[in-house]
T-cell receptor, first 112, second 115 residues
Framework: KQEVTQIPAALSVPEGENLVLNCSFT??????LQWFRQDPGKGLTSLLL?????REQTSGRLNASLDKSSGRSTLYIAASQPGDSATYLC???????????FGSGTRLLVRP | GAVVSQHPSWVICKSGTSVKIECRSL??????MFWYRQFPKQSLMLMAT?????????EQGVEKDKFLINHASLTLSTLTVTSAHPEDSSFYIC???????????FGQGTRLTVV
């Protein structure tokens, strides 16, 4: 059974700092991995999607990497801003069914 | 494009009553929709998968008679929480897959509070 873990559960950093969020999964047979942002009481915003054949994806200040063999993904946020404060979720899609298995998230606070 | 809208955004209901949550794909046809539940400070857990015109497939441990799912059209799926109890209070969120099948797009969620 696939399990997705995110570390740390919470993170507080000063504005401008570069930071890394971690996601690990137990079964390396994945279809793709996706990083989402969730603001309090809101839905999900997709940030980056990495196919199983890819090693990384970049969008603006965000870079996500994927190492299937070790069951790990990282989300790198450069030059963090207070507006980046949110919960970041990673989710693994295991097959063609489009079902996603989510981690418990990392709550990020970027202090001005 | 690829907008998924849920209604209502929040609802408070009395214990024992039923509540219906709608999930609409506004600018694409959704062949498959998913319903997730998220308890406070926990992750999203898949409840069920619904395909247009057929019965929903429920995940293990989810009561199909309590959480009624209808996917009668390519743009609308509904989740009805029947005989709601305080322990059903949660954040319910749907996602939808279009015919292009690139990825699932999520609604904004519905906060249900049962008192």
């Amino acid at each position: 059974k696939q399990e997705v873990t995110q570390i740390p559960a919470a993170l507080s950093v000063p504005e401008g700092e570069n930071l890394v969020l971690n996601c690990s999964f137990t079964d390396s047979a994945i279809y793709n991995l996706q990083w989402f942002r969730q603001d309090p009481g809101k839905g999900l915003t997709s940030l980056l999607l990495i196919q199983s054949s890819q090693r990384e994806q970049t969008s603006g200040r965000l870079n996500a990497s994927l190492d299937k063999s070790s069951g790990r993904s990282t989300l790198y946020i450069a030059a963090s801003q207070p507006g980046d404060s949110a919960t970041y979720l990673c989710a693994v899609r295991k097959d063609s069914s489009y079902k996603l298995i989510f981690g418990s998230g990392t709550r990020l606070l970027v202090r001005p | 494009g690829a907008v998924v809208s849920q209604h209502p955004s929040w609802v408070i209901c009395k214990s024992g009553t039923s509540v219906k949550i709608e999930c609409r794909s506004l600018d694409f046809q959704a062949t498959t929709m998913f319903w997730y539940r998220q308890f406070p400070k926990q992750s999203l857990m898949l409840m069920a998968t619904s395909n247009e015109g057929s019965k929903a497939t429920y995940e293990q441990g989810v009561e199909k008679d309590k959480f009624l799912i209808n996917h009668a059209s390519l743009t609308l799926s509904t989740l009805t929480v029947t005989s709601a109890h305080p322990e059903d209070s949660s954040f319910y969120i749907c996602s939808a897959i279009g015919t292009a099948k690139s990825q699932a797009f999520f609604g904004q969620g519905t906060r249900l509070t049962v008192v």
